[in-house]
């Protein structure tokens, strides 16, 4: 299984942008990555995944190192309701899919 | 439409004694996981079923564990007896169960146990 980094607590003032770095430099060319967050006493819930290009949705975009040893989650404009662990996890595309999570990031961010 | 539903969302009881959990997942969904968070960790998974069939249960500790998932819906997780180290929230998730799509996983609130 690929191993991710991440760093374990980041700090951001509301109303500014966001950038997430994860490192994983064992992927493999088919996985996937996959980008969870978790708000306190919740549930893990999915933000945003892509293989090569980067990737825009309404919560989040997600820059992947053209190398692929990393990427990068951008929260554009952070909010309180942002605060959370953040997690990068590969999944592969074939065959036994399964999310490996890490400890994540910390993300808190000040009013 | 309803998420992932689990209960009880709190437990707590005695070492050696058994305990379960249940999940009814997002309706339709044919793949269903169970995962086990420690504290300050990220969840680590248990089990999953791809409708009744448990299709990877290598993390699964079998000596006092159980899963089951009749009918291909609702599923209950089992621990008998109880140890002290299995204190964690129990999360279920699940997913469409679309073969070699990538797939978002649905996850409810979790039950928390303690084991004293």
């Known amino acids: 299984d690929a191993k991710t980094t991440q760093p374990n607590s980041m700090e951001s003032n509301e109303e500014e942008p966001v950038h997430l770095p994860c490192n994983h430099s064992?992927?493999?060319?088919?996985?996937?990555i996959h980008w969870y967050r978790q708000l306190p006493s919740q549930g893990p819930e999915y933000v945003i995944h892509g293989l090569t290009s980067n990737v825009n949705n309404r919560m989040a975009s997600l820059a992947i190192a053209e190398d692929r040893k990393s990427s990068t989650l951008i929260l554009h404009r952070a909010t309180l309701r942002d605060a959370a662990v953040y997690y990068c996890t590969p999944l592969s595309n074939f065959g036994n899919e399964k999310l490996t999570f890490g400890t994540g990031t910390r993300l808190t961010i000040i009013p | 439409e309803a998420g992932v539903v689990q209960s009880p969302r709190y437990k707590i009881i005695e070492k050696k004694q058994p305990v379960a959990f249940w999940c009814n997942p997002i309706s339709g969904h044919n793949t269903l996981y169970w995962y086990r968070q420690n504290l300050g960790q990220g969840p680590e998974l248990l089990i999953r079923y791809e409708n009744e069939e448990a299709v990877d249960d290598s993390q699964l500790p079998k000596d006092r564990f159980s899963a089951e998932r009749l009918k291909g819906v609702d599923s209950t997780l089992k621990i008998q007896p109880a140890e002290l180290g299995d204190s964690a929230v129990y999360l279920c998730?699940?997913?469409?169960?679309?073969?070699?799509?990538?797939?978002?996983?649905?996850f409810g609130p979790g039950t928390r146990l303690l084991v004293l």
């Open positions: 998730a699940s997913s469409p169960g679309l073969a070699g799509r990538q797939e978002t996983q649905y």
């Open positions: 064992t992927i493999s060319g088919t996985d996937y």
